[in-house]
């Protein structure tokens, strides 16, 4: 699990609303044109435990779309291969490949080989991950390029893209001149960049980052992804409602997102059968892609309509 960036409003208020904005978008306006993915209700989100070092649960889950993670292991030689992806297609869903563009973590193996300069301030919350200077082209060539061309080697339908956030956990003070809005500016423009390479090689291919809405207020953003992955919209880790300002921040620029044509794959953080109710029925209402699942990411999360 990555813990959103910016903001998300108290769960009573979030399960109350309308959100009129969230619904199907109107025709007419090309701005609001529904995208590949706006018809996806249901996902799972499973990045460690595949059991045996396979995708089979994923395969026979009930799910219209699936997230999993580049490699089984977390190295290079343990990509998953096209044959495996193609094993879950033919299950009718679409799947995107995880993985970070703002930072490295240690057990990954382009840690071993990335330039020391490139790494920055290690992240809190996790230890073993370290921010990096995302906007330098080393990063392009040694990690994101690589791992954007492995994803489509492998079949896989798009990627699902962590730690956009790291625009805003970076420590200034390591990176003398830039700012919160010229480091937001440069994580917006590589998320661009990654969508432009790869619809260019793949037309259609998918491009979903995870958390950090609010990057839609950079100009050609917003045109560049076709959704967006969003944590704790309705319940944190674990089971505790989402009653926080940034709550309420968040879900407003997520549903802007929707209202703009693109998909809002959510995924709350509860283990309880009335959360978990509460949070497939605040996606229904919003027009989300909705996953209730455990702070692991370990297992296939049942569907919101309660098929096993």
Same mark, same amino acid.
């Given at each position: 699990?990555?813990?959103?960036?910016?903001a998300l409003a108290a769960l009573a208020a979030l399960t109350a609303l309308s959100l009129p904005a969230c619904a199907a978008p109107s025709?007419?306006?090309?701005?609001?044109?529904?995208?590949?993915?706006?018809?996806?209700?249901?996902?799972?989100?499973?990045?460690?435990?595949?059991?045996?070092?396979?995708?089979?649960?994923?395969?026979?889950?009930?799910?219209?779309?699936?997230?999993?993670?580049?490699?089984?292991?977390?190295?290079?030689?343990?990509?998953?291969?096209?044959?495996?992806?193609?094993?879950?297609?033919?299950?009718?869903?679409?799947?995107?490949?995880?993985?970070?563009?703002?930072?490295?973590?240690?057990?990954?193996?382009?840690?071993?080989?990335?330039?020391?300069?490139?790494?920055?301030?290690?992240?809190?919350?996790?230890?073993?991950?370290?921010?990096?200077?995302?906007w330098d082209p080393r990063w392009w060539k040694l990690v994101v390029r690589p791992r954007l061309e492995q994803a489509m080697r492998a079949?896989?339908?798009?990627?699902?893209?962590?730690?956009?956030?790291?625009?805003?956990?970076?420590? @200034?003070? !390591?990176?003398? *001149?830039?700012?919160?809005?010229?480091? %937001?500016?440069? +994580?917006?423009? /590589?998320?661009? =960049?990654?969508?432009?390479?790869?619809?260019?090689?793949?037309?259609?291919?998918?491009?979903?980052?995870?958390?950090?809405?609010? @990057?839609? !207020?950079?100009? *050609?953003?917003?045109?560049?992804?076709? %959704?967006?992955? +969003?944590?704790? /919209?309705?319940? =944190?880790?674990?089971?505790?409602?989402?009653?926080?300002?940034?709550?309420?921040?968040?879900?407003?620029?997520?549903?802007?997102?929707?209202?703009?044509?693109?998909?809002?794959?959510?995924?709350?953080?509860?283990?309880?059968?009335?959360?978990?109710?509460?949070?497939?029925?605040?996606?229904?209402?919003?027009?989300?892609?909705?996953?209730?699942?455990?702070?692991?990411?370990?297992v296939v999360s049942p569907p919101c309509d309660g098929k096993e």
């Amino acid at each position: 699990m990555r813990r959103p960036a910016a903001a998300l409003a108290a769960l009573a208020a979030l399960t109350a609303l309308s959100l009129p904005a969230c619904a199907a978008p109107s025709k007419g306006s090309a701005s609001r044109e529904a995208g590949p993915l706006t018809g996806v209700r249901s996902f799972t989100y499973v990045l460690t435990g595949y059991p045996g070092g396979r995708l089979d649960a994923v395969a026979a889950a009930p799910h219209e779309l699936a997230i999993v993670d580049l490699s089984r292991d977390a190295t290079a030689p343990g990509y998953f291969s096209a044959a495996e992806i193609a094993e879950v297609r033919k299950s009718g869903k679409r799947v995107l490949a995880y993985f970070e563009i703002g930072s490295v973590e240690e057990f990954r193996t382009e840690f071993a080989t990335l330039p020391a300069d490139l790494r920055l301030n290690v992240w809190p919350d996790w230890p073993d991950e370290h921010f990096v200077r995302y906007w330098d082209p080393r990063w392009w060539k040694l990690v994101v390029r690589p791992r954007l061309e492995q994803a489509m080697r492998a079949g896989f339908d798009g990627v699902y893209l962590d730690t956009p956030l790291a625009y805003e956990e970076i420590d @200034l003070a !390591r990176v003398p *001149g830039e700012s919160r809005r010229s480091l %937001g500016r440069k +994580m917006a423009d /590589l998320i661009v =960049r990654i969508s432009a390479h790869a619809k260019a090689s793949r037309p259609g291919f998918l491009v979903v980052p995870q958390n950090s809405p609010e @990057l839609r !207020r950079h100009a *050609g953003y917003t045109e560049a992804i076709d %959704g967006i992955g +969003m944590e704790e /919209l309705f319940f =944190r880790a674990t089971d505790l409602p989402c009653d926080r300002q940034w709550c309420g921040e968040n879900l407003s620029e997520a549903a802007a997102l929707r209202a703009a044509g693109k998909a809002v794959l959510a995924t709350d953080y509860a283990t309880t059968a009335a959360h978990r109710r509460t949070a497939c029925e605040a996606y229904g209402r919003a027009g989300f892609a909705g996953n209730v699942t455990t702070v692991e990411l370990d297992v296939v999360s049942p569907p919101c309509d309660g098929k096993e």
